[in-house]
């Protein structure tokens, strides 16, 4: 019984709290990035790009370039990540149970994952053009036992979910999944796994969660930067082979991060943007 095996397996993480202003990183904004090297910015836009020569011929690489927006069209996506007095970005609010979920309107995002898969690092990481958000990272896992609502404006929520696995609260499942059932605004949930260890058995259950949700969802591939090509090209090749065998609500396309080094962050803002309909893009594939 999936309610079993997942109230006894998956655990959450981040703190919301009140935190020092910082100033903005300097790969926060493409404006900055776009003054590097071609070599450089290729791949802090397009990650996957670091590892194309190190695949054999033989492997198909439109599974990783479904989603391959133009510059110009994450350059539009990040506007919406500035904040203005126009369009305010703040914490919202967070909740511990279903009925203390706030009823908003616009398109909602969420983000799961095992305990210490970076996910408060990686939300940070898409605020990171506006420090004043107050997320906060902990080094201790299961820090986190409530959903955590950040608003962007009138454009779209996202919600930090508790993780699972290691230290997950006890009513996990009883937080978690009513929400992803029932949450009609939610247009995306993204699953986090480690890049440096691969699919764990958690994440095969939360996957399956997901699946008999039968709402779309998409792999995100944290700490991308914590191991070498080759390492990471076999965790992708296995992830691939999992979507593609056992899925049928998941993105074909796995979507590669890391928050230390910004690596694919523009990416992931500009697929935030375009599946909540905030923006219009030009181009979604690489031709």
């Known amino acids: 019984?999936?309610?079993?095996?997942?109230?006894?397996?998956?655990?959450?993480?981040?703190?919301?709290?009140?935190?020092?202003?910082?100033?903005?990183?300097?790969?926060?904004?493409?404006?900055?990035?776009?003054?590097?090297?071609?070599?450089?910015?290729?791949?802090?836009?397009?990650?996957?790009?670091?590892?194309?020569?190190?695949?054999?011929?033989?492997?198909?690489?439109?599974?990783?370039?479904?989603?391959?927006?133009?510059?110009?069209?994450?350059?539009?996506?990040?506007?919406?990540?500035?904040?203005s007095p126009s369009h305010k970005i703040d914490y919202y609010i967070s909740a511990e149970r279903l009925d203390h979920v706030p009823a908003l309107k616009q398109p909602e995002v969420c983000f799961i994952g095992r305990s210490n898969v970076g996910k408060s690092s990686l939300i940070k990481a898409l605020f990171s053009l506006t420090p004043e958000v107050e997320v906060r990272v902990s080094k201790t896992p299961g820090h986190t036992k409530k959903m955590n609502f950040f608003r962007v404006g009138r454009a779209f929520t996202v919600v930090d979910m508790p993780g699972y696995g290691h230290r997950a609260p006890k009513d996990f499942v009883d937080m978690v999944e009513p929400y992803l059932y029932t949450r009609k605004n939610l247009v995306r949930t993204f699953l986090l796994v480690d890049g440096s260890v691969g699919l764990q058995q958690d994440d095969l259950i939360a996957m399956e969660m997901c699946e008999e949700i039968r709402r779309p969802y998409v792999m995100v591939v944290t700490k991308i930067d914590k191991s070498g090509y080759g390492t990471l090209l076999k965790v992708l090749l296995s992830l691939q082979d999992v979507v593609r065998t056992n899925t049928m609500s998941c993105f074909p396309q796995p979507l590669l991060v890391s928050s230390l080094n910004f690596w694919g962050i523009y990416l992931l803002r500009c697929f935030i943007a375009h599946v909540t309909g905030s923006i219009s893009l030009t181009d979604t594939s690489l031709s």
Not at 29 to 39: F, I, W
């Open 1 to 83: 019984m999936l309610y079993l095996r997942l109230s006894r397996r998956l655990q959450p993480r981040t703190q919301v709290g009140s935190v020092p202003r910082q100033s903005v990183h300097k790969l926060a904004s493409l404006k900055n990035v776009r003054m590097l090297p071609p070599k450089k910015v290729q791949s802090l836009l397009y990650p996957f790009s670091q590892m194309e020569t190190y695949l054999d011929r033989s492997v198909d690489r439109t599974q990783f370039q479904h989603f391959h927006p133009s510059v110009e069209d994450m350059v539009k996506a990040e506007t919406l990540f500035l904040s």
